[in-house]
């Protein structure tokens, strides 16, 4: 059920009227924002555990309660995969969270790892009435939806979204990430036999190696990927598509439609003096080795160094994910280096809260520009150039401009590199006439997520060379509508 079909249902017009009954919006607009249970900083930075606690069932029901159910809900517009929002917020403010749950799943393949992991506050919640008209705190989308998707899990009666008759017309996916799980569970929908080739040993993809468990558990993907096992959806691992298997593989194996999802795991470098010394890695391995291949582990056939002077380089989420992963592993000066002010720093504010509480340092306003290593051929220092603001670049934030003479040297044994990524280049050069930006980004139709290889749709950051889970997930709706729309006959 689309935006308007939910606003003109009867169910809807029934709800609204209840509403008015039990509460009055003056009534509602006076509770303030629920608080997340969190974990104390002391304690969590000593081990894995999951910082954000979860909402509990009266939380949940009095903050589903602030939602003004407006007659025209622009939450919506702000969701990438057109979660019915109003629906499952009243949903949890009868008590009906097993209900909340199936809304949920109407539309994302992974709700759980949403409620966690999405920047609401600049989607979904920037959109709510509270924040556009009240100048107030939105209604905390991402929290229930967490907890809606919490709750069925932990009730044990997890529900599997209506599948349709199954067609017989085999679908390939290649890469487990969340464009490639979102394609696939709607794909599965409307009746394909969808397979899932992942080129890991573990399906997940940057849900399992580029975020820590203190952000989002193992065994909610886990959770979510076992929901869409049970929609039919197979997986196969450690299968590198352009290698393994070739793109003319797969036509042989009968496969009709190729979403390809294989995401931007490819690591950008600065290209500065010594960036080369022993301890100096990007984000992206950094973070593969701890989550993925128990680098943390001394007995570890790969572990990874345990600096005491940590400093990564960026300002995003995975930069935040980075230092607060060095903070667990026992650094005892842990460091943001990050060459515009921290107003324009990507990462998610909560994720900013979340490392200053655990000790982070936040030196805003700096740039690296040499590394400095012993006679090991291992980084010691590194040298800082001062910045300040300029004029706004391309993307609206002001331009960071070098002070001249202004340097500042510092001690580092460990350095981590958080300044994006690129799409691997595997996939693109492997398949013969498949249009590649001088990104290495895959161009598609953004509407359909078509290639112009009338068969090989794409996703994500394989096209959008770095983006944020829901925005991958989106991709993958938009491609599965399409792709189904082809191969039926509708398009």
């Known amino acids: 059920m689309d935006n308007k079909e939910y606003l003109a249902s009867e169910r809807a017009q029934s709800w609204r009227e209840e509403l008015r009954k039990s509460k009055s919006n003056k009534e509602r607009t006076q509770i303030k924002r629920v608080h997340m249970n969190e974990l104390a900083p002391a304690y969590r930075i000593t081990n894995k555990e999951e910082v954000n606690q979860g909402l509990t069932k009266e939380q949940a029901m009095t903050e589903a309660s602030r939602c003004l159910d407006c007659p025209t809900p622009l939450c919506m517009t702000g969701c990438p995969v057109q979660i019915n929002i109003p629906q499952f917020i009243k949903n949890i403010e009868r008590g009906e969270i097993l209900e909340a749950a199936k809304t949920l799943k109407e539309t994302s393949a992974l709700p759980a790892v949403c409620g966690r992991v999405c920047p609401q506050e600049k989607q979904c919640e920037s959109k709510c009435f509270y924040t556009q008209k009240m100048g107030k705190d939105a209604v905390a989308i991402g929290y229930l939806e967490r907890f809606a998707a919490d709750y069925e899990r932990e009730s044990g009666q997890i529900s599997v979204p209506e599948i349709k ?132 582990n001394p007995e570890s056939d790969t572990p990874v160094i345990k600096g005491k002077h940590v400093a990564i380089i960026g300002g995003g989420n995975t930069a935040m994910d980075s230092v607060r992963t060095a903070r667990r592993l026992g650094a005892e000066r842990a460091m943001i280096i990050y060459r515009r002010s921290e107003e324009e ?14 000790g982070v340092e936040f030196l805003t306003l700096y740039n690296p520009i040499k590394y400095i290593g012993d006679e090991k051929g291992k980084v010691k220092q590194m040298l ?31 350095v981590v590199v958080s300044v994006g990524v690129s799409p691997n280049p595997l996939i693109p050069n492997s398949i013969k006439g498949l249009q590649v930006s001088k990104w290495g980004t895959i161009i598609v139709d953004q509407d359909t997520m ?17 983006a944020t889970v829901i925005l991958a997930m989106g991709d993958g709706r938009r491609a599965a509508a399409s792709m189904h729309q082809a191969l039926s006959g509708k398009a």
Not at 386 to 402: F, T
Not at 451 to 463: F, H, K, M, Q, R
Request: aromatic share 6%; proline share 5%.
């Open 165 to 296: 008759i199954h067609n017989g017309i085999k679908i390939a996916v290649v890469g487990s990430g969340p464009a490639g799980l979102a394609f696939a569970g709607d794909m599965a929908k409307y009746g394909y036999n969808v397979t899932v080739f992942e080129a890991l040993h573990e399906i997940g993809g940057v849900l399992k190696y580029g975020i820590p468990e203190f952000r989002l558990p193992n065994t909610i993907v886990d959770v979510e990927i076992n929901n869409l096992r049970k929609m039919g959806v197979e997986f196969i691992t450690d299968c590198i598509i352009g290698r393994t298997l070739s793109y003319d593989d797969l036509h042989e194996m009968g496969y009709k439609g190729i979403f390809v999802a294989s995401g931007a795991g490819l690591p950008r470098f600065m290209g500065i003096p010594g960036e080369n010394l022993i301890g100096i890695m990007s984000s992206n391995e950094y973070l593969t080795r701890v989550n993925l291949m128990d680098a943390a």
């Open 345 to 358: 720093m990507p990462a998610r504010i909560e994720e900013i809260k979340h490392a200053k509480e655990e």
């Open 450 to 466: 078509r290639s112009d290889i009338p068969d090989l749709y794409a996703g994500g950051d394989i096209v959008r060379g770095g």
């Open 384 to 414: 800082l150039q001062k910045m300040e603001l300029g004029e706004p670049d391309a993307s609206g934030r002001r331009s960071p401009i070098a002070i001249s003479g202004k340097t500042e040297l510092i001690n580092v044994d460990e």
